[in-house]
């Protein structure tokens, strides 16, 4: 096995000995790596040098070690593997850099299933969360915003839960979009359950996403923690519906904690269910959002083409150059194919044709999935 | 005729030959008395001095010349006075201090009529304002707002039209507090007639207010000149419902370019009456807020104490000294008191009096009528 792998390996097991988000084993992992990390928890022996940088670490050495029993091994993420669920690890091309700024809290690595590249859906992407308990308004608001969000090539990303999180997710799919749901269950058995149908369309459009293995049973605290990931994720956070200092705020708080753009949209202040975005606009400096307009003008990059009237892709076409172009029509719809098959089929060498899959990538127009690189949806 | 009379008298006539907001006239202000701009609009002879000080003075000058004929005499405002309508300069008792903020256009008088005294009303006061075509939520939560803010002794003030600024009216008066109608017809035939009876009440417990003298018909620039006094009256500028880029938001504007605080209440994205709110939340930095508590925690005093859950009055009884309370108890609860009879029951000198009506009417216990101190409704 080689390095590479054992790595792999190592933070396959990390998901499943330590609770993501547990900041002793961040530290950890600045001084040993993964499959050092395994080794000593296999062996029961610390390093003597990981011992005097990460104070507190023996204790939690116990902690972790008798967990290492129920860890993936080589056989487990084959079969996974083979039920469309893969690992993604940093330093992986698939990697949303993004998570790195979490520090010692970042994932030890992510359990994804789905059609989409997660690094590109990232690139352009929004977190929308909000309340279970969404009003009509809310549903509404939030479905809509999704949609032109979508339409627009910007990915939606939130929790997959009832209420405010299922909108986002299905104004996204609707507008033929994709949208990204972290989870704090395993992606292999998706929670909630009501939500069965919506996961399975996700996962065809878009990717489900966790931190724990994918058989995983969440855990209360399990959401709060996934929270941060979500916020981290998006270029920006939306709260679309929340009561005042109740959990749908948590992830508001990480996406402030982040220092990331935070947004709100504001409803009737007769609503209980709108008073906790009022809250955050008036205290925490939240920018009072009314649509998926405003939302890209908080967020686009200098240079995108800002959104005025409804006017077609984000950035249009006729801005690539003749070579951009050249790839981008070698690309297929449907089914991913290799970069060396997409130069052959654009008359361009290798290099070339990675450089601009990036450029187009980041535009919006091709994804990598797991088989290849695919033409996105295009917004209409 | 005093020099004092002559100006009063000169003031009036101002208030009929130039346009309120006429920088041109606010400039001369500054350079001649009033009777001496009447004198020299009368004899057509104007003052070198003021020429040179005052560029493009000459044809202002005939252009005011021109209506001198109409402006009210001694006898006129006699019989106004017999109307219940005063004259308030500055300088008077009961002229607004934060008038004269607006340099060169603040009002040359102001025409009053009601029971309330101007400059105590102002002390503590907000003003709501918003589109005449309110929705029903928008009507209903500027009432709300309103009764609550002058339950808690705050004066609000608006522009008396339909819509917004009549809620805001009837809310305070429902609870029994003060409110001040800023007009832009004169005092003596408000408009609109639709609120008749609603102006004979802001009257009975308030002030209607004009820059314009009695029985002037108002105009459409009027009403906007009207807007930069209700904003410069309050302590801060409440936009309850506003379409985007409306006629509405010209109070906010003022408010905001006098560098005073300005709030907006956010409503449901889907209304494009609360459109306009949103976007002054986001793009001027105006506060959301939801309610009476927000307004007072943002224009509250150092001091003050602060709304928390309904406690009382806005400055509890206990916090008074001996002698206050003593001043207090002697100011009666329905008709007006000289301060020397009030001295005479409350058993201390005139000065110290005057000194504590002057505190307990910032606190907002008693206000000065034109017949003299009385308590203001107390919250309760």
């Known amino acids: ?45 610390i390093p003597p040098t990981a011992l005097a940088a990460v104070p507190g670490l023996a204790r939690a050495m116990a902690r972790w070690a008798v967990r290492l029993g129920g860890a993936p091994v080589t056989a487990t993420l084959d079969e996974w593997l083979r039920d469309g ?35 590109y859906a990232g690139l352009r992407s929004v977190s929308v969360v909000g309340t279970r308990a969404a009003t009509a308004y809310g549903a509404h608001v939030c479905t809509q915003m999704a949609a032109e969000l979508a339409e627009r090539g910007w ?20 507008a ?30 878009g990717v489900l996403v966790s931190e724990w293995p994918p058989g995983h049973a969440p855990t209360k605290p399990g959401f709060l923690v996934r929270n941060r990931v979500i916020a981290a994720l998006g ?6 519906e929340a009561a005042l200092r109740s959990g749908a705020l948590n992830t508001a708080r990480h996406a402030r904690d982040q220092q990331r753009p935070l947004m709100a949209v504001p409803g009737p202040v007769t609503s209980a269910m709108s008073a906790g975005c009022h809250e955050i606009i008036r205290d925490w400096g939240a920018v009072c959002v009314t649509g998926a307009r405003d939302v890209m003008e908080l967020l686009a990059f200098p240079g995108d083409q800002l959104p005025g009237p409804p006017r077609g892709p984000a950035v249009p076409r006729d801005v690539l150059d003749p070579v951009q172009t050249r790839v981008l029509e070698a690309v297929p719809s449907r089914v ?26 980041a535009a919006g127009f091709v994804g990598r999935t797991d088989r290849g690189w695919r033409l996105l949806t295009k917004p209409t």
Do not use: N
């Open 1 to 45: 096995m080689s390095t590479a792998d054992a790595d792999r390996l190592a933070r396959a097991a990390l998901t499943h000995v330590a609770e993501p988000g547990d900041a002793l084993m961040g530290a950890l992992l600045r001084v040993l790596g993964p499959a050092e990390i395994i080794h000593a928890l296999t062996v029961g022996r």
């Open 85 to 119: 669920i893969r690992l993604v690890c940093p330093l992986d091309a698939e990697w949303p850099s993004q998570l790195d700024l979490l520090g010692d809290i970042r994932p030890w690595a992510l359990w994804v299933k789905g059609t989409a590249d997660l690094r």
């Open 155 to 174: 990915t939606v990303i939130s929790g997959g839960a009832f209420g405010i999180d299922g909108c986002a997710h299905r104004g996204a799919l609707a």
């Open 176 to 205: 033929g979009g994709s949208t990204v749901a972290v989870l704090a269950s395993g992606v292999g058995d998706p929670y909630p359950r009501g939500h069965h149908d919506l996961f399975r369309r996700v996962a065809a459009q």
């Open 235 to 240: 270029r920006g956070t939306v709260v679309v």
């Open 336 to 361: 991913g194919w290799g970069p060396a098959r997409i130069a052959v089929r654009a008359g361009v060498d290798f290099d070339t044709v990675m450089t601009c899959l990036g450029s187009l990538a």
